[in-house]
T-cell receptor, first 112, second 112 residues
Framework: DQQVKQNSPSLSVQEGRISILNCDYT??????FLWYKKYPAEGPTFLIS?????DKNEDGRFTVFLNKSAKHLSLHIVPSQPGDSAVYFC???????????FGKGTLLTVNP | SQTIHQWPATLVQPVGSPLSLECTVE??????LYWYRQAAGRGLQLLFY??????ISSEVPQNLSASRPQDRQFILSSKKLLLSDSGFYLC???????????FGQGTRLTVV
């Protein structure tokens, strides 16, 4: 049972435009969500997180939006840069559970 | 500052051989420690996690085991590797009060 879903395996965007990466979850017990960026043959790097009590968190070019009623979150990157090209993972955790559950990732390609 | 070391970076092992991957964390005490595997098309799969010395929780029944002999050391092992054990193995840590986990650089294991 996949509790965190990233339904788009890939996304291609033009440099300077907005990238929107989506994530859906099924477990209502999740109370925080994170986005990671991963280059090939490297470990994931933490980007930004959001608590379930918020609906938006912003850090520079990165903004995460959370819609609890829809069990949906998204990562917006504005403006997109070629260096943003990577696999982006959505993750969730919560309660007394020490685990982070990850989605399958979305490959973002930003074209110059 | 905290750092995480994971080695080796790449490993080619024959089927039936043993495995030992090591991960150490510096600059923090009593971290939560995790082993993940990234297989093609399957995202980041949690294998084991530990909240203290000698405490191991297994997420997926498999050919692997984990141990935590010291507070900041986490070891992934196998007595006899299978072809299906090939993948990219990632160690991660986080504190018990933060939400974000931090990953090592990963080990690319190829079983031949």
């Amino acid at each position: 049972d996949q509790q965190v879903k990233q339904n788009s395996p890939s996304l291609s965007v033009q440099e300077g435009r907005i990238s929107i990466l989506n994530c859906d979850y099924t477990n209502s017990m999740f109370d925080y969500f994170l986005w990671y960026k991963k280059y090939p043959a490297e470990g994931p790097t933490f980007l930004i997180s959001i608590s379930s009590i918020k609906d938006k968190n912003e850090d520079g070019r990165f903004t995460v939006f959370l819609n609890k009623s829809a069990k949906h979150l998204s990562l917006h990157i504005v403006p997109s840069q070629p260096g943003d090209s990577a696999v982006y993972f959505c993750a969730a955790g919560g309660g007394s559970n020490y685990k982070l559950t990850f989605g399958k990732g979305t490959l973002l390609t930003v074209n110059p | 500052s905290q750092t995480i070391h994971q080695w080796p970076a790449t490993l080619v092992q024959p089927v039936g051989s043993p495995l030992s991957l090591e991960c150490t964390v510096e600059g923090t005490s009593n971290p939560n420690l995790y082993w993940y595997r990234q297989a093609a098309g399957r995202g980041l799969q949690l294998l084991f996690y530990s909240v203290g010395i000698g405490q191991i929780s297994s997420e997926v029944p498999q050919n692997l085991s984990a141990s935590r002999p010291q507070d900041r050391q986490f070891i992934l092992s196998s007595k006899k590797l299978l072809l299906s054990d090939s993948g990219f193995y990632l160690c991660a840590w986080r504190t018990s009060y933060d939400t974000e986990a931090f990953f090592g650089q990963g080990t690319r294991l190829t079983v031949v």
